[in-house]
């Protein structure tokens, strides 16, 4: 899985910086727009790249529209519960990482005579 150095949400450009200095194997800073990754926290790839989806996934969750919708009972934010989140990013690291051929561009490529005709199976 590829991380990125920096990736957007709503335009607004998120940087994934490495800090060994961090006391975690990451976290994120949602006023910075920073994601930090410890190197030295992450003994692994993989524990790297899950760490990204953790971090990822903060950023995503405190970033949507729907982020005040949804309040835990003691009253905190969703974005901000570390077991949904860990629960949530372990499943989408897998997801990205487990996987089995590619589906490629030509896979996608529409016939122009059924172009924005709906077929029975997008209604
Ligand atoms: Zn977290």
Same mark, same amino acid.
């Given at each position: 899985?590829?991380?990125? !150095?920096?990736?957007?949400?709503? +335009?607004?450009?998120? %940087? $994934?910086? $490495?800090?060994?200095?961090? @006391?975690?194997?990451?976290?994120? #800073?949602?006023?910075?727009? /920073? &994601?930090? $990754?410890?190197? !030295?926290? =992450?003994?692994? /790839?993989? *524990?790297?790249?899950?760490?990204? =989806? ?20 003691? +009253?905190?934010?969703?974005?901000? @519960?570390? @077991? #949904? &989140? ?7 690291? %897998?997801?990205?990482?487990?996987? *089995?051929?590619? $589906? ?11 172009? +924005? !005709?709906?077929?029975? /199976?997008?209604?």
């Amino acid at each position: 899985m590829k991380i990125p !150095k920096k990736f957007y949400l709503y +335009g607004l450009p998120v %940087q $994934i910086v $490495i800090d060994n200095s961090l @006391d975690s194997m990451g976290q994120a #800073f949602p006023q910075e727009y /920073r &994601i930090k $990754i410890s190197r !030295k926290k =992450c003994k692994t /790839r993989a *524990s790297l790249e899950q760490t990204y =989806c953790h971090e990822l996934l903060h950023m995503v969750l405190l970033n949507s529209n729907i982020v005040n919708k949804y309040k835990l009972e003691n +009253g905190k934010e969703l974005w901000l @519960d570390e @077991d #949904f &989140i860990d629960n949530v990013s372990t499943l989408l690291h %897998q997801a990205l990482t487990m996987t *089995s051929g590619n $589906i490629t561009a030509k896979d996608f490529k529409l016939n122009k005579k059924n172009y +924005g !005709k709906r077929t029975k /199976r997008s209604k």
